[in-house]
């Protein structure tokens, strides 16, 4: 799912063939496993259907005619996605990543994103705090294993918050 | 063999380390050697003063001349010596009047053609004398023809003349073939000069030390964290008490060098502007080798001592410094045994100094002082503590200096046990001297309240001469004559005055006397027949009344005969001398003094001039008073410079504490406040065992010298006041620091 | 907002020589609540702190508080200020190491005023409250760190102020300590009614406030929460 949004965001800078995508998609994104090119040529044509993107066709022959440009609809769709929290869960870096990498892309604010989603992390220890206040030593325990979850992720954030210079700099490479 | 490697390498390592210790190191290397440089200094200039004072004593010695019992024979190498010596002010002039009687006479040392009639040689330090004081240029009528030579004085500031002459008679004069007294006639011991080397030598010395133990400690704490920080990396307890010791080693030795420079200093001030009799040149400052190389050897091995015996007191851990001193309990009855035995050894004395026993009284003396000093220095501790522990209440500040006290008196003792030994030891001194000038004073004012001058002239020049010039002397009231003589008769010498009731007024009281009657003062009393000093003999009148005769009188203690002129019928006794009784008008000032004494050198050098009272030794003895006072507060001044190093050092050390009180919105005037308790409570209670034990020793003292025992008001005074500036001066000092810590930016964690 | 706000910091500008400490930071802390200021070492926190609580003056900008300005006070004034209304806890090192906890407990009392034994008594109460009072009579040298820190909360409480101001107050402890320091700090806090401006780095301890404010780069961005 989060593919889907990467590869709309790709677009945000302008209209690119589908091979193009596949190409950007690998470098920024694609570290274990790079993107095959049905799979973006799918994602297409679902973002097609949803009219999130539209197609732009070249004259002349060539097996790579169509270019594909992002709609107005696309552009507010990323935006609310990049913006919204995720849901503190475990095995989330990797969308918070690629929501990170695509804001320093189209020129969002990096920053904002992990903030946006601290905030969020730090109201869920907020609550398993009282939680934990309230209930029995059962609660406390497994409430300050939450906690410690949600702490180290919170570190990790904290940790790109202060890196996000070194990784803008390398993305715009 | 590799032992003593390790050792050499880390007395290295400390010496490394404290240059090495960045600004705050350096600058406890400077506060120690500034401490022990001053106490150097001071060690130092007492190892000179030996030498010193033999040097000029052996050029007195040198300078007088040699009189024996029969004079040598008239001869072409003999000359007449008259002696001249005068005053100015309360400073004594040498003086001397010179006759050679051929072509080869001795010369006295510094003198390399002798002056003629009317020519005389001055000492440069006179001659500065003459010429900014008319008055006393006027005095000799002679003509300055040259000065003395360095080797025939005492020292630079040595005031001395030789006068021609061509009018000295055997009578008036000695003869002699040669200057310089083989075994000066030694005077006795006095008990009070007795007194004065041996206490003034531990009262001086003591506090001293004590400061220079407690330089040696300045910047301590910083120093156990750096050591900290070396337990860290591995070096054991031994090694760095060892690095330690190379620390304070490298300060002492500064300390040594930079005493060295000052006692040189201190030398080249005194032989150019040193007064008075005690005054050197430059050649004779030489400190005595062995107390010389006893310095250099005992104070960097005291101040490694020192600092060794501290560190015993702590343990420097890796993760930092523990301090023992806190649950250390003072002991009282070991610290009782010195003052008691100080108190042992002085008591015998109360009863007066035993002149005959000499040196064992000296050291009696010494000894008793020293452990009563040292003891009060010990006793000290234990007094702040038994007292701090007691208090309690008040307000914060006064709260948060007394906890601070409680916790670490220590520092704040070592401080104030130098203030505490040098302020005992200044009262009592003090307290002793001004008993005696006061007996001195007491005895000018005691009597007939005469404050004239007494004249015996040795030449033979008429009555009116004398008594018109000195009438024509400004400031001269009231001048009469009475003749004098002495005769002996039944083993007793009598001295005899004759002369109105006003004129025997200054030997006796007087009081209902009518001319016509004689009295007599331990004279006997039936009319006898006495043999007169140039041989006739003489029938004295029976004494009419039996009078005591005023403390003050020239002749005091010996038997007199006051001779009304009617009670000679006529008949005066042949062969007396006048003698000049001067009254002065009341306020005449120094000037009327100053100019009876030019009148009189003119007319005749070589009279004697009785001046009311022992003007001289009361001046020198103000001199001893207002020189210890000086040097006290000299020294209170720098213990409150170590005061100072040590509030701020405890302040520093708790720049965060501060920090935190100032964020709770505490006053500055408080913590300020906190400031002065902390230095005021130790100096209050050191004043106080101090004044307790100056006051006891001086009246002990006092008494061992006869004198009327007094309480030392000025003394008592002077210090206190001095006390009181140290204690806040040394808080006013300390607030910009105090400032400085307390800025938010000492919130910070590092 | 239905609560009022009590202390405002509007734009404070602060440089201490080259560096930027803040650069334009604001903040609002409403009566009662406990707001966390997390963020890296070096963005600000701290001195942000000392100007909220007029200990340090920013060179540009206001610090208002109950309305009234603290940046146009003069220096007593804001010592008075602070006596009354303000409490502190810091890292630590912060206790008087020669007077006992108690005393150290009473002496912001005894600063405003207060005679001995009242001090006294309520410094007691409040270390029973935070369950240190089997220290009282020793001196922070021989209590444990977080006894120490348990002591220097009750000192910040004993006024009864309105705004305590901790900067990292667990900085030095472990966690299980940490927490015991946290949970009655803040259940005392709550209480009492006081606002607490809580600098800490932990989100774990930062977990314990309403809401937080990251500060960065001598800013601050707020995050707004409904309860
Ligand atoms: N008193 C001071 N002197 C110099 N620099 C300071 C001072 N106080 C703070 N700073 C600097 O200001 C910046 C912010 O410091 P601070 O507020 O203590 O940060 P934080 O508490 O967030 O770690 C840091 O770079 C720090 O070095
Ligand atoms: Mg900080």
Redesign the interface.
């Known amino acids: 799912m989060s593919v889907s949004f990467a590869l709309l965001g790709l677009l945000e800078n302008g209209p690119r063939h589908g091979y193009d995508l596949k190409r950007s998609y690998d470098d920024a994104f694609g570290r274990d496993r790079s993107l095959h090119y049905g799979q973006v040529y799918s994602t297409m044509a679902r973002l097609l259907k949803n009219g999130l993107v539209e197609v732009e066709l070249e004259p002349g022959d060539g097996p790579d005619r169509k270019r594909y440009a992002i709609t107005d609809a696309g552009i507010t769709d990323i935006e609310a996605w990049i913006g919204r929290p995720e849901k503190p869960e475990p095995y989330l870096q990797s969308t918070l990543y690629t929501k990170v990498v695509l804001a320093l892309m189209t020129g969002r604010d990096a920053s904002e994103v992990l903030d946006t989603q601290r905030a969020e992390h730090l109201r869920l220890m907020r609550e398993m705090t009282h939680r934990k206040a309230q209930g029995d030593l059962a609660d406390e325990l497994i409430c300050d294993h939450v906690l410690f979850h949600l702490e180290a992720d919170l570190r990790w954030l904290e940790l790109t918050t202060d890196r996000l210079d070194r990784l803008a700099a390398q993305i715009r490479r | 063999m590799t032992a003593v490697k390790r050792w050499v390498f880390e007395l290295a390592l400390g010496a490394r380390m404290s240059l090495a210790g960045g600004r705050a190191g350096w600058t406890r290397l400077a506060l120690i050697a500034a401490g022990v440089g001053i106490g150097v200094a001071v060690l130092l200039s007492v190892a000179t003063l030996p030498t010193a004072l033999a040097a000029s004593s052996s050029r007195t010695e040198a300078r007088t001349e040699q009189i024996s019992a029969d004079d040598p024979p008239k001869s072409d190498e003999t000359i007449l010596v008259g002696l001249a010596s005068s005053q100015f002010g309360d400073v004594a002039i040498h003086g001397r009047s010179l006759q050679p009687e051929g072509s080869r006479p001795p010369m006295p040392p510094g003198v390399t053609t002798l002056p003629g009639p009317g020519e005389m040689l001055v000492s440069p330090a006179l001659a500065d004398l003459m010429r900014e004081n008319p008055l006393l240029a006027q005095r000799w009528d002679a003509r300055v023809v040259g000065t003395i030579g360095a080797q025939g004085l005492s020292g630079p500031a040595d005031l001395a003349f030789y006068l021609g002459s061509d009018t000295l008679t055997e009578e008036s004069a000695f003869r002699v073939d040669a200057f310089g007294a083989t075994g000066v006639p030694d005077e006795g011991p006095d008990p009070i000069s007795l007194l004065f080397p041996a206490v003034g030598m531990v009262v001086l010395l003591l506090p001293v030390m004590v400061f220079m133990a407690s330089a040696v400690r300045f910047g301590g704490e910083a120093r156990d964290r750096r050591l900290a920080a070396l337990r860290l990396v591995g070096a054991d307890a031994a090694m760095t008490r060892r690095i330690a010791a190379g620390e304070t080693l490298t300060g002492a030795l500064l300390g040594l060098f930079a005493g060295a420079l000052l006692a040189v200093g201190i030398g080249l001030l005194t032989s150019r502007y040193a007064t008075g009799k005690l005054s050197f040149y430059l050649s004779d400052l030489r400190p005595v080798p062995a107390l010389a190389v006893l310095v250099i050897v005992a104070v960097p091995a005291t101040a490694v001592l020192v600092t060794l015996s501290a560190m015993r007191k702590i343990v420097v851990e890796p993760l930092g410094v523990v301090r023992l001193s806190g649950t250390v309990r003072r002991r009282l009855w070991w610290r009782l045994i010195l003052p008691i035995l100080g108190i042992g050894l002085l008591a015998p004395l109360a009863s007066g100094i035993d002149v005959e026993s000499g040196g064992a009284a000296e050291i009696q003396v010494a000894g008793g002082v020293a452990a009563l000093l040292i003891g009060l220095a010990l006793l000290l501790p234990w007094l702040v503590d038994a007292v701090v522990n007691r208090l309690g209440?008040g307000?914060?500040s006064w709260?948060?200096a007394v906890?601070?006290l409680?916790?670490d008196s220590g520092t704040a003792v070592r401080a104030v046990s130098g203030i505490a030994v040098s302020v005992a030891g200044v009262i009592a001194i003090h307290g002793l001297v001004s008993g005696i000038e006061n007996q001195v004073k007491a005895a000018d004012n005691g009597g007939s309240g005469w404050t004239g001058f007494q004249i015996a002239p040795q030449n033979d020049l008429p009555e009116q001469t004398w008594t018109a010039a000195l009438r024509d002397t400004p400031g001269v009231q009231e001048v009469l004559t009475i003749r004098s003589h002495a005769a002996e008769g039944d083993g007793t010498l009598l001295s005899i005055k004759v002369g109105d009731c006003t004129a025997l007024a200054r030997y006796a009281d007087m009081t209902g006397c009518t001319d016509g009657e004689v009295y007599g003062v331990d004279a006997p009393a039936a009319a006898g027949t006495y043999t007169l000093r140039d041989g006739p003999t003489w029938t004295a009148p029976a004494v009419t009344r039996q009078v005591r005769a005023t403390t003050n009188s020239p002749g005091y203690g010996q038997p007199m005969l006051l001779i009304t002129p009617a009670a000679l019928n006529g008949t005066p006794i042949p062969g007396t001398t006048d003698e000049f009784a001067v009254t002065l008008v009341s306020g005449g000032g120094a000037d009327a003094v100053e100019q009876v004494r030019n009148t009189t050198a003119r007319l005749d050098p070589q009279a004697f001039l009785l001046e009311p009272g022992n003007s001289a030794f009361a001046a020198a003895m103000r001199d001893i008073r207002e020189g210890l006072l000086a040097g006290t507060v000299a020294l209170l001044l720098l213990i409150g410079a170590s005061m100072l190093v040590n509030v701020a050092e405890q302040l520093r050390e708790?720049r965060?504490?501060l920090a935190?009180?100032?964020?709770?919105?505490?006053?500055r005037r408080?913590l300020a406040g906190s400031v002065l308790w902390q230095a005021a409570l130790p100096v209050l209670l050191g004043m106080a065992l101090a004044i307790g034990f100056g006051s006891g020793l001086a009246a002990v003292l006092m008494s061992a010298v006869n004198a009327p025992v007094s309480i030392d008001w000025i003394g008592i005074g002077t210090t206190s006041g001095a006390a009181v500036l140290v204690v806040l001066g040394t808080t006013a000092a300390a607030l910009p620091t105090l400032g400085r810590l307390t800025r938010?930016g000492n919130?910070?964690?590092e | 907002m239905t609560e009022q706000t009590l202390l405002t910091a509007e734009n404070l500008h602060l440089t201490f020589g080259e560096t930027k400490a803040l650069d334009g930071a604001s903040l609002h802390v409403r009566a009662g609540e406990v707001v966390a200021l997390m963020g890296p070492s070096g963005s600000g926190k701290s001195t942000l702190l000392h100007c909220l609580a007029g200990i340090m003056a920013p060179e540009s900008g206001r610090v208002v508080y109950d309305g009234r300005d603290l940046t146009a006070m003069s220096d007593t004034e804001r010592s008075t200020l602070r006596r009354g209304e303000f409490g502190f806890v810091f890292q630590f090192g912060q206790l008087v190491p020669e007077l006992t906890c108690r005393e150290n407990v009473a002496l912001p009392l005894r600063l405003s005023g207060v005679g001995r034994r009242e001090a006294h008594r309520t410094a007691t109460s409040w270390l029973e409250r935070l369950d240190v009072a089997d220290v009282a009579d020793k001196r922070p040298g021989q209590a444990s760190g977080g006894q120490g820190q348990r002591v220097a909360v009750a000192r910040a409480l004993v006024t009864q102020p309105r705004v305590v101001f901790a900067d990292e107050p667990t900085g030095a402890l472990d966690s299980l300590n940490g927490e015991l320091v946290m949970k009655m700090f803040i259940a005392a806090a709550r209480e009492t009614g006081a606002a607490v401006v809580l600098v800490t780095h932990e989100p774990r301890v930062a977990a314990y406030s309403n809401r937080e404010a990251v500060v960065r780069d001598g800013r601050v961005r707020e995050q707004e929460f409904a309860r």
Do not use: M
């Not at chain 2, 009180?661 to 505490?666: D, E, P, R, S």
């Open positions: 209440g307000g914060v709260e948060l906890r601070r409680q916790l708790r965060k504490v935190v009180l100032v964020a709770f919105g505490i006053r408080t938010p919130l910070r964690d």
